[in-house]
T-cell receptor, first 114, second 113 residues
Framework: KAGVTQTPRYLIKTRGQQVTLSCSPI?????VSWYQQTPGQGLQFLFEYFSETQRNKGNFPGRFSGRQFSNSRSEMNVSTLELGDSALYLC?????????????FGPGTRLTVT | DAKTTQPTSMDCAEGRAANLPCNHSTISGNEYVYWYRQIHSQGPQYIIHGLKNNETNEMASLIITEDRKSSTLILPHATLRDTAVYYCIVRPMNSGGYQKVTFGTGTKLQVIP
């Protein structure tokens, strides 16, 4: 099976712009989670989607949003970008709603806000 | 969520066993211990998980204390490719699909030739 794929891999945006990141989970996986990773804060949970519904949300402002499509592909959107949004954004999928063998992470999208 | 505490960094000689400790003193009865690792510029990779019994797979062994307040990940014969940041996390299982996971800053393991 192909692994979790994320596009684009690298992105440079300007403050105030918005950005959409895409994640394709492993075939058959219905749960998709998003994480932000920065050197100072480590890996922080953003939100999780299962069957097109957001089930859990981390402590991020409303500028961060996401959605999941019927084929389980997911997108996350960040509006009104700030310099502090520069980070590696990771997507992870798991087979059902349960994490039996853990989540499978994609390679991430490196977002740089200038 | 239960929080975990790990040393910031550790060194290990190549070929020796790497023992990575994790403290999770506030773990709940329905929470599992998971270990992931992240090699530079890649996404985290699942290693192993357990509830209360010791576990072993092709990558590592997990030793959980009887009171479940701490655990140790053991890489039996560390290689240079094991150089990575290792994360210990706890999360509930079978709780309606609760997926929220809290990663700390992990332990940076440096395997030395």
């Amino acid at each position: 099976k192909a692994g979790v794929t994320q596009t684009p891999r690298y992105l440079i945006k300007t403050r105030g712009q918005q950005v959409t990141l895409s994640c394709s989970p492993i075939s058959g996986h219905r749960s998709v989670s998003w994480y932000q990773q920065t050197p100072g804060q480590g890996l922080q949970f953003l939100f999780e989607y299962f069957s097109e519904t957001q089930r859990n949300k981390g402590n991020f402002p409303g500028r961060f949003s996401g959605r999941q499509f019927s084929n389980s592909r997911s997108e996350m959107n960040v509006s009104t970008l700030e310099l502090g949004d520069s980070a590696l954004y990771l997507c992870a999928s798991s087979p059902t709603g349960e994490v039996n063998r853990g989540q499978y992470f994609g390679p991430g999208t490196r977002l740089t806000v200038t | 969520d239960a929080k975990t505490t790990q040393p910031t960094s550790m060194d290990c000689a190549e070929g020796r066993a790497a023992n990575l400790p994790c403290n999770h003193s506030t773990i709940s009865g329905n929470e599992y211990v998971y270990w992931y690792r992240q090699i530079h510029s890649q996404g985290p990779q699942y290693i192993i998980h357990g509830l209360k019994n010791n576990e072993t797979n092709e990558m590592a062994s997990l030793i959980i204390t009887e009171d479940r307040k701490s655990s140790t990940l053991i890489l039996p014969h560390a290689t240079l490719r094991d150089t990575a940041v290792y994360y210990c996390i706890v999360r509930p299982m079978n709780s309606g699909g609760y997926q929220k996971v809290t990663f700390g800053t992990g332990t940076k393991l440096q395997v030395i030739p």
